[in-house]
């Protein structure tokens, strides 16, 4: 009994708005809180900072009951100038209503921790909000049946 684990959890601010069921990617030094069960607001927290700040919301008419967040692996980002940038895919959906299948481009709220001044990001690209996922001819792409459950789904 002399060797007992007295390991303890840093305790971290409170977030701005309450999560249940919250979708998390890691990215760099940000932890990217994606919208949770009927919670459509995005945040970033920043892990040396230890504060959030507001990313973007997900479109009003997209209800959040049960969904999954991913990062895409893009290997042809390696040299570009926006190699701070990375693409999120969210996708799910109430088992009995319609699936969303969403994707941002998403670039640090951090200022001062990427080399991107925020007035050069070009807003036409569309960063930091959520926008359908579609194919080559702008028709929606969608992830899941009618009928296909993604409650507590994780990846």
């Keep these: ?66 969904h999954c967040v991913v990062k895409l692996v893009d290997n042809n980002n390696n040299n570009s100038k926006y190699s701070n940038q990375i693409t999120l895919l969210s996708f799910g959906g109430h088992q009995y209503s319609n699936k969303h299948t969403l994707v941002m481009k998403y670039v640090s709220v951090w200022s001062n921790d990427n080399n991107i001044n925020e007035n050069e990001i070009d807003k036409s690209n569309n960063y930091n909000q959520w926008l359908p996922f579609t194919n080559n001819r702008d028709h929606p792409i969608i992830i899941g049946r009618y009928g296909d459950c993604y409650v507590g789904v994780r990846a």
């Excluded at 684990?5 to 990217?32: G, M, R, W, Y």
């Excluded at 009927?38 to 009003?60: A, G, M, V, W």
Aim: with cysteine; net charge neutral.
């Design 1 to 66: 009994m002399g060797n007992q684990n007295t390991a303890s959890f840093q305790t971290l601010k409170d977030l701005p708005n309450p999560f249940h069921q919250a979708q998390c990617v890691l990215h760099k030094h940000e932890l990217l809180i994606c919208g949770g069960y009927y919670q459509r607001d995005c945040y970033s927290y920043h892990t040396l900072k230890n504060e959030y700040k507001f990313i973007c919301e997900y479109p009003s008419d997209i209800k959040l009951c049960g």
